[in-house]
T-cell receptor
């Protein structure tokens, strides 16, 4: 049972480049979310999904897009990378209300 | 709106002594509360969760937390610290509106365990 798998683990982008961070879970969870972690700020919600075909914005959505075509996958797209998007990104999934969330190992992104 | 305040950004204890990591929350509705641990360069692991059952919640690795509604607190404790407990700990609240699908994280408490 792999849990939540994120790829890549590390990435360096140039300003203006686009890329997609991949997230897949094999637990048949309906809920999935993307967070970014910055020093001293905890984790902040970027986008989330309550099921295939349904997504919504979190606290810091600007510069990011998501889609949820299947239950298993929830990719995060950076449209035009900026240095302010340098961060560690975590994908998470859950059964839902009151259930704990399972986190991936993170993607460390640097934008130069 | 919901929010979480972790009262200490850094806590240092000696191995074998008790651990107390403090967390206060604010939530408009009956919340679910969690503690997660993050070891260096790792993902987050769920330590324990409160979802309106028993107010004293036991988690993994000897940690426990007590939900006190009157004090809006959910402090994390462990009777005896171990070197392997050194990590960053996050208190997290999730309210039950909208299916409880939004987590709000505290800013984290870095626990240092000394010999």
């Amino acid at each position: 049972n792999a849990g939540v798998t994120q790829t890549p683990k590390f990435q360096v982008l140039k300003t203006g480049q686009s890329m997609t961070l991949q997230c897949a879970q094999d637990m048949n969870h309906e809920y999935m979310s993307w967070y970014r972690q910055d020093p001293g700020m905890g984790l902040r919600l970027i986008h989330y999904s309550v099921g295939a075909g349904i997504t919504d914005q979190g606290e810091v959505p600007n510069g990011y897009n998501v889609s949820r075509s299947t239950t298993e996958d929830f990719p995060l797209r950076l449209l035009s990378a900026a240095p302010s998007q340098t961060s560690v990104y975590f994908c998470a999934s859950s059964y839902g209300t009151g259930a704990g969330w399972f986190f991936g190992q993170g993607t460390r992104l640097t934008v130069v | 709106a919901q929010s979480v305040t972790q009262l200490d950004s850094h806590v240092s204890v000696s191995e074998g002594t008790p651990v107390l990591l403090r967390c206060n929350y604010s939530s408009s509705y009956s919340p679910s509360l969690f503690w997660y641990v993050q070891h260096p360069n790792k993902g987050l692991q769920l330590l324990l969760k409160y979802t309106s059952a028993a107010t004293l919640v036991k988690g993994i690795n000897g940690f426990e937390a007590e939900f006190k509604k009157s004090e809006t607190s959910f402090h994390l404790t462990k009777p005896s610290a171990h070197m392997s407990d050194a990590a960053e700990y996050f208190c997290v609240v999730s309210d039950r509106t909208g299916g409880g699908n939004k987590l709000t994280f505290g800013t984290g408490t870095q626990l240092k365990v000394e010999l």
